[in-house]
């Protein structure tokens, strides 16, 4: 059996491959643990500045730029509750390269 938080952080991971996304009230209801716990809301802003995720109605998913880099995606939300070390992950160039776009504008 899994840990609640791992059950969590399993349903946000599964959640984002969906082309619904994630309905992170749900997710809170579902699991007793608040969003803020789920994922870093200042880097989810950031992540749809760069085109990363999309955010609506409490919905969070990602952008057809960000499917290929999900892994990095979640490294970047810096979700505290995450079953694996979010230090094993690197942010790709595709992020990189689209935050370094966004800054020559």
């Known amino acids: 059996h899994l840990a609640t938080s791992e059950q969590a952080s399993e349903a946000l991971l599964m959640g984002l491959r969906l082309a619904e996304g994630v309905n992170l009230p749900a997710l809170e209801t579902r699991f007793g ?5 789920l994922i870093n809301s200042d880097k989810r802003d950031h992540l749809t500045s760069i085109g990363m995720l ?19 995606v979640l490294a970047e939300l810096g979700a505290e509750i995450m079953c694996f070390k979010l230090s094993d992950f690197v942010p790709t160039r595709q992020i990189a390269r689209k935050e370094e776009a966004l800054r020559r504008r």
């Open 54 to 72: 999309w955010s609506k109605g409490g919905r969070i998913g990602l952008t057809k730029q960000g499917r290929p880099v999900l892994d990095a």
């Open 33 to 37: 643990i608040d969003s803020n716990a």
